[in-house]
Nanobody, 120 residues
Framework: QVQLVESGGGLVEAGGSLRLSCVAS????????MGWYRQAPGKERELVAY???????VYADSVKGRFTISSESARNTVYLQMNSLKLEDTGVYYC??????????????WGQGTQVTVSS
């Protein structure tokens, strides 16, 4: 059974930094695509960033230049370094993993989520 476990969320002041980690276990193969989504209160879940096994990252426009996604494909691990955090970055951050980016968008494995709260 595939499990994704996130860590690294918390409370931080605006302008600060946090680093999220996600480890996927239970898969016989390395995931071809891993990423992060977030869901703010009252809003739909949205893509933050994902990275392919080729190490190509893709970012939402709202986080470009502030967030960096990286991965260790062989260990099915993905990280999200978040700098210059803004109030609007507050939400529950979910790790996602799939064999490819199409499945990542449609029906990936999900982690349980980790809360990120940015205060003024």
């Amino acid at each position: 059974q595939v499990q994704l476990v996130e860590s690294g969320g918390g409370l931080v002041e605006a302008g600060g930094s946090l680093r999220l980690s996600c480890v996927a276990s239970g898969s016989r193969h390395s995931f071809g695509a891993m990423g992060w989504y977030r869901q703010a209160p009252g809003k739909e879940r949205e893509l933050v960033a994902y990275i392919l096994s080729s190490r190509i990252p893709v970012y939402a426009d709202s986080v470009k230049g502030r967030f960096t996604i990286s991965s260790e494909s062989a260990r099915n691990t993905v990280y999200l370094q978040m700098n210059s955090l803004k109030l609007e970055d507050t939400g529950v951050y979910y790790c996602a993993a799939a064999l490819n980016r199409q499945i990542l968008a449609q029906g990936p494995y999900w982690g349980q989520g980790t809360q990120v709260t940015v205060s003024s």
